[in-house]
Nanobody, 124 residues
Framework: QVQLVESGGGLVQAGGSRRLSCAAS????????VGWFRQAPGKEREFVAA????????RYADAVKGRFTISRDNAANTVYLQMNSLKPEDTAVYYC?????????????????WGQGTQVTVAS
């Protein structure tokens, strides 16, 4: 079973950048889809981005397309979410999640392993 740990959250000014990390332990990502989700106060958790480890393919929510980039480091068994041009509406707790599916799912129930979340606050 994989364990996921996010890091990199914090306070950032609007227009700034932040990089989140999702480190895996317990097993490698080799055949996983890794997704990022976020949950803003009073809102449901929503899909942000996903990466299929073996095939390099990626998928993004429309709200972050062109601003966020999901990537990986094989040696570190870590997935990153580079967030640029941040907006106050990006404020949320960000979660990474692992799925054995290959379909870059946007659906939370497709993911069976979740990290604890990391808070990102974008100040206007």
């Amino acid at each position: 079973q994989v364990q996921l740990v996010e890091s990199g959250g914090g306070l950032v000014q609007a227009g700034g950048s932040r990089r989140l990390s999702c480190a895996a332990s317990g097993r490698t990502y080799s055949d996983y889809t890794v997704g990022w989700f976020r949950q803003a106060p009073g809102k449901e958790r929503e899909f942000v981005a996903a990466l299929y480890w073996a095939g390099y393919s990626t998928r993004y929510a429309d709200a972050v397309k062109g601003r966020f980039t999901i990537s990986r480091d094989n040696a570190a068994n870590t997935v990153y979410l580079q967030m640029n041009s941040l907006k106050p509406e990006d404020t949320a707790v960000y979660y990474c999640a692992g799925s054995s599916e290959k379909a870059l799912s946007t659906i939370q129930t497709s993911y069976h392993a979740w990290g604890q979340g990391t808070q990102v606050t974008v100040a206007s």
